[in-house]
């Protein structure tokens, strides 16, 4: 079955998110119809409670925190970066200072992944947005450190689900957030958009999902993503950290796989970083040097590839 909704927001549900001042639009990194579709989602959720994993420059928090207002919740948001990326100048989040009657409803925490603050928290989370490195283990890594704090019918959003498939191509890798939309159990939502007129999209970059009794029971699935190529390697201080959060909320095999996993991705991140590469001619000037043909064509299948000659350093000791 193609299990998925669909929300299409009213003339009163935009109406209130159109009364903001305008002035963090330039910050955002939505589109209109992400906007909208998150604004509409907060509205008919009414969250007491929600979570921003994500922080940039602001625009998501005070569009969120805009929406909580009319069910009286309170936002709490979360950012590796004290510094905006774009500006670092500029403290994370900076463009809520300009809205002083939305502060009163909003936290925000710097400087560290989630697990640092989620107890200070607590639990009864009932909407999160996730919106970070979009790379492996990004989101995965995020989703996961939440995930014991969520209430059991939360609302999780997750956005730029498809920027992989972005045009120009500079976001290829970028596969996290739609995969774990298709990993994590549960009703499915995303807007509607007009691919008429937004050419550019070949789908949503947008999608909420809401718990159902059967989300806690297909966790799996979600772990088994750690296995896809990570983009970048956690600290090991992230790493103890992780694990002792994962022993506390997740069964031991689970950590195991966990730590497991870390291991094998961490050897091949850094097994790549020790390549050596040189021009591909140099490799076919040193084959000319090596007497026997047999051992000229094992250097060349061996090293020369992609019109690049790269040598392996020393393997890289794990944790």
Known sequence: MFNLNYIVPTKEENGILYRLNPSYVQYSEMSIAE????????????????????????????????????????????????????????????????????????????????????????????????????????????????????????TVVFHDTSINLSLDGS?????????????????????????????????????????????????????????????YPISKKDFMLLVRHFEKWYPQEAVEFFKRINDFQNYNFYRIQKRILLPRWLGLLITCFIYRRKNRKRFREKYVKDKRLFFELPRFPRY
């Open 35 to 154: 906007r909208e579709f998150l604004n509409a989602l907060i509205l008919r959720v009414s969250p007491k409670k929600a979570l921003e994993i994500g922080v940039s420059g602001g625009a998501s928090s005070v569009l969120m925190a805009n929406a909580l207002k009319e069910a009286e919740g309170k936002l709490y948001s979360i950012d590796t970066s004290k510094t905006y990326y774009r500006d670092q100048s500029k403290p994370c989040g900076f463009i809520m200072e300009e809205y002083p009657d939305l502060k009163n409803n909003h936290k925000q925490y710097l400087g560290g992944i989630a697990y640092n603050f989620m107890d200070e928290i607590g639990n009864g989370v009932d909407f999160a947005f996730l919106d970070t490195a979009h790379v492996f283990p990004g989101e995965l890594l995020d989703f996961l450190m939440i995930y014991p704090y969520l209430s059991p019918g939360a």
């Open 171 to 231: 976001f290829e890798k970028a596969v996290v957030t739609g995969t774990l939309c298709s990993a994590i159990t549960g009703e499915k939502y995303q807007p509607v958009l007009d691919y008429d007129k937004y050419k550019e999209n070949a789908s949503p970059g947008i999608i909420a999902i809401k718990f159902t009794p059967e989300t806690g029971q297909r966790l799996w699935e979600v772990f088994n993503l750690l296995v896809h190529t990570w983009e």
